[in-house]
């Protein structure tokens, strides 16, 4: 089993840059896929990006490719997501989300574990 924490979310003006991070406990942290979700207000959670186990393949959603990045340091227990030209509408919740597979994990019903989410805020 596997926890997820998130952090550095927070209030952002539009254009400007935050990094997320999501520390995992346990020591088989490169046992798991991880991935990166977000819910804004009044919708259903989405996908953002995720990343295999040791980082050799990526994948994001459209809406954010080319912005955003995806990354893990394996020891140090922690994926991140860099996310840079901040948009109003990347306003959410951001969740982190761990998996016991090999390849990069898409769909949000294959993940096993979730973080409790940390607040993004993009100002116009």
């Known amino acids: 089993q596997v926890q997820l924490v998130e952090s550095g ?4 003006q539009a254009g400007g840059s935050l990094r997320l991070s999501c520390a995992a406990s346990g020591r088989t942290f490169s046992s798991y896929a991880m991935g990166w979700f977000r819910q804004a207000p009044g919708k259903e959670r989405e996908f953002v990006a995720a990343i295999s186990r040791f980082g050799g393949s990526t994948y994001y959603a459209d809406s954010v490719r ?3 990045t995806i990354s893990r340091d394996n020891a140090k227990n922690t994926v ?3 996310m840079n030209s901040l948009k109003p509408e990347d306003t959410a919740v951001y969740y982190c989300a761990a998996d016991r597979s090999i390849a990069v994990v898409i769909g949000e019903l294959e993940y096993d574990y979730w973080g409790q989410g940390t607040q993004v805020t993009v100002l116009s």
């Open 66 to 68: 080319g912005r955003f």
């Open 80 to 82: 991140y997501l860099q």
């Open 9 to 12: 979310g927070g209030l952002v």
